[in-house]
């Protein structure tokens, strides 16, 4: 969510919608990321828009049973979703506290006010990869890299502003209000290099044929696919990568743009990956203005890529028309993309003084 406007994941798809915060109807101060939302799509030049919503029910979370021991005794006892406070419902092996209550059915006891104090510390741990941060969540490529899960925050033990795109980190998966999944105790690790296998040495060259999911969030895959293009027995074989294939992490691959590439056998499902993917685009500057500048490179819907004139290289300073070498980074918070590391490659046309 960004100061206004949001995206809505479908439920009947894996697919993201842009919405303007004019359009939902209700208190906005109550909407958080993960609540379940009822709206109306509309076309808009070519574009899906949410054009009414409003908030809808929660999904009714299952109800549960709770082992207690009193004195000695092993009791047990129901309690319903409804009385778990909190967003989290606990699991199984979970330490919870709650009050007991007959009010409901005078005779049959049942727990109230049900509340986790901690979750089960031999809940299964998992190992994954950070590929995208917000403004205050983030979503975690799985070890076989194929999918992502949401994290809040406030999952992370740690430092979050040390957090960066391909750290490994483990987590446990937890459901929330509305059986929601997400990742929860959140850590950085270094036990696993992830690899099954070292990366073959030859590099291909390639065209990506769909970006990641972070890239486009209207497709349904999380995983990008690149094609080699270079003649040989391989030319025409599709491979895909998450953010571990990457070399720079930061980098903003786009549908249809060449790329070199090494092929690596990744995950526990050990699946051939392009791996250690780099890009390098060229193109002409269009203008210098102050402490930016524009470059004739369409990326996304835009014609035209900014870049700060610290992110050219050697000291120099870049007229219109010049040709630059540059690479392209996504601003995981605003979702737009601009270019750095900019390299002069040959001086443009000189401006002819009028006589």
């Known amino acids: 969510m960004k100061e206004a406007f949001g995206f809505i994941e479908r439920g009947d798809v894996v697919k993201e919608i842009l919405f303007h915060y004019s359009e939902f ?6 909407l958080q990321p993960g609540d379940d939302v009822k709206f109306t799509i509309k076309d808009r030049n070519g ?6 919503g409003h908030k809808a029910k929660e999904k009714e979370a299952e109800d549960g049973i709770i082992a207690n021991d009193d004195c000695g ?12 406070e909190g967003s989290t419902s606990p699991q199984i092996g979970d330490k919870v506290e709650f009050s007991i209550s007959d009010k409901q059915r005078p005779g049959q006891q049942i727990a109230t006010c049900v509340a986790l104090l901690g979750r089960n510390s031999n809940s299964k741990r998992l190992l994954g990869y950070v590929a995208t941060l917000k403004d205050n969540f983030g979503f975690i490529e799985t070890a076989n890299h194929d999918k992502e899960i949401f994290f ?3 999952e992370f033990s740690g430092d979050v502003d040390s957090l960066e795109l391909g750290d490994m980190v483990e987590y446990s998966l937890s459901k929330g209000k509305g059986n929601k999944v997400s990742a929860e105790k959140v850590n950085k690790t270094h036990s696993v290099n992830g690899l099954t296998e070292e990366a073959d040495p030859t590099i291909y060259s390639g065209k990506v044929i769909r970006p990641l999911r972070n890239v486009d969030p209207t497709q349904t895959e999380y995983q990008g696919m690149i094609a080699i293009v270079e003649e040989g027995d391989m030319k025409g074989e599709v491979y895909p990568f998450g953010i571990v294939g990457m070399a720079n992490k930061g980098d903003c691959l786009q549908k249809g743009e060449s790329v070199k590439f090494q092929l690596c056998v990744l995950g526990q499902n050990a699946q051939t990956v392009a791996y250690n993917i780099t890009l390098l685009r060229r193109a002409t500057v269009k203008c210098v203005k102050d402490q930016f500048g524009f470059i004739n490179s369409e990326v996304g ?3 035209k890529l900014v870049f700060h004139v610290k992110e ?11 040709e630059v070498e540059f690479s392209v980074i996504l601003n995981q ?7 750095y590391n900019v390299w002069r490659v040959c001086e443009g046309p000189k401006a002819v003084a009028a006589p």
């Open 25 to 30: 109807k209700g208190d906005l101060e109550t």
């Open 47 to 52: 574009q899906q828009n949410v054009i009414y």
């Open 73 to 84: 005794v092993k009791l047990t006892i129901a309690f319903q979703a409804k009385d778990v």
């Open 152 to 154: 809040h925050y406030s």
């Open 301 to 303: 819907d835009s014609k």
């Open 312 to 322: 050219v290289q050697d000291g120099i300073e870049l007229q219109a028309g010049d």
């Open 333 to 339: 918070c605003t979702g737009k993309c601009s270019a």
